[in-house]
Nanobody, 120 residues
Framework: QVQLVESGGRLVQAGGSLRLSCAAS????????MGWFRQAPGKEREFVAT??????STLYADFAKDRFAISRDNDKVYLQMNRLRVEDTAVYYCAASGTYSAVSRWYDYWGQGTQVTVSS
């Protein structure tokens, strides 16, 4: 059993940066692929980025390429978000999967989410 806790979400102005963190409060994420997803009000949850267990492979949604960077260090995973846009406003979730995938249904464990709000 793995319990995930995200942190780092807050209100930021457009063009600014944020770094989200995700850690396991129970269990370990060392052997899991870790992904970030987001859900904006009135929209479906969407894939943001994923990183495999070793950190050697990453995958990004098109909107995240060149602006976001996923990384991991021991038992934490991070999402560095730069040049934030108003449309990046959403609840951001980290999730753990035994499969390297961008598809949410492959993810077994989810955090509660952290709110990111980007103001104009």
């Amino acid at each position: 059993q793995v319990q995930l806790v995200e942190s780092g979400g807050r209100l930021v102005q457009a063009g600014g940066s944020l770094r989200l963190s995700c850690a396991a409060s129970e269990g370990t994420i060392i052997t899991y692929t870790m992904g970030w997803f987001r859900q904006a009000p009135g929209k479906e949850r969407e894939f943001v980025a994923t990183i495999n267990w070793s950190g050697g492979s990453t995958l990004y949604a098109d909107f995240a390429k060149d602006r976001f960077a996923i990384s991991r260090d021991n038992d934490k995973v991070y999402l560095q978000m730069n040049r934030l846009r108003v449309e990046d406003t959403a609840v951001y979730y980290c999730a753990a999967s035994g499969t390297y995938s961008a598809v949410s249904r492959w993810y077994d464990y989810w955090g509660q989410g952290t709110q990111v709000t980007v103001s104009s």
